[in-house]
């Protein structure tokens, strides 16, 4: 099946810096989507991007599916942006429909 | 509009015993489905269903299995807990199915002793 690594698993930032997510897949993907995962669990929803570029404020992402990653900036960091990012792929194939594969995240800390 | 809702939100169980647990999709979304997120790891796909039909299963034992109602609720049952089965267990919601944004619930947390 398709394999998801994130990188790097641990960040650790001072508020205000920015930072880079990688999200590498090993197959074509239908449907990318990267997650913010709060303190008490919640999976809230950042980007569903399988290509090109999106932005939402301070945070924007890239899909490059040719080279398959995807990359996740977070720019003048806060500390509410602490907790796990993760990205989910969905593979290509009748069998991999609606199926989210996720990476082990990466956790970041954003210190005042 | 109200998200993604499940129910209960914790629950402790022993070995052996049986659990159901419930979800309601955004209005609107026909399709559910179900991941487990065992502690420092990244949710795992269980169960997709759309339209009241498994479409997916991921790689768990017969112990799991789910179901669809009109209404397009949810519910995800697991017999014969073990000890492993301790996580959270996440229901998501999608217009249909495939290549669509997945919405998650809050989650139920399971604590098997």
């Known amino acids: 099946g398709i394999q998801v690594e994130q990188s790097p698993p641990d960040l650790i930032l001072q508020e205000g810096a920015n930072s880079t997510l990688r999200c590498n897949f090993s197959?074509?993907?239908?449907?990318l989507q990267w997650f913010h995962q709060n303190p008490w669990g919640q999976l809230i929803n950042l980007f569903y991007?399988?290509?090109g570029t999106k932005q939402n404020g301070r945070l924007s992402a890239t899909t490059v599916a040719t080279e398959r990653y995807s990359l996740l900036y977070i720019s003048s960091s806060q500390t509410t942006d602490s907790g796990v990012y993760f990205c989910?792929?969905?593979?290509?194939?009748?069998?991999?429909?609606?199926?989210?594969?996720f990476g082990q995240g990466t956790t970041l800390q954003v210190k005042p | 509009d109200a998200g993604v809702t499940q129910s209960p939100t914790h629950l402790i169980k022993t070995r052996g015993q049986h659990v159901t647990l419930r979800c309601s999709p955004i209005?609107?979304?026909?399709?559910v489905s179900w991941y487990q997120q065992v502690l420092g790891q990244g949710p795992q796909f269980i169960f997709q269903?759309?339209?009241?039909?498994?479409?997916g299963r991921g790689n768990f034992p017969d112990r799991f299995s789910a179901r669809q109602f009109p209404n397009y609720s949810s519910e995800l049952n697991v017999n014969a807990l073990l000890l492993g089965d301790s996580a959270l267990y996440l229901c998501?919601?999608?217009?249909?199915?495939?290549?669509?944004?997945?919405?998650f619930g809050p989650g139920t947390r399971l604590l098997v002793l």
């Open positions: 991007i399988p290509s």
């Open positions: 197959d074509s993907v239908n449907n």
């Open positions: 209005s609107g979304h026909k399709s």
């Open positions: 269903y759309y339209e009241k039909e498994e479409r």
């Open positions: 998501a919601s999608s217009l249909a199915w495939g290549q669509e944004t997945q919405y």
């Open positions: 989910a792929v969905e593979g290509r194939g009748s069998s991999n429909t609606g199926k989210l594969i």
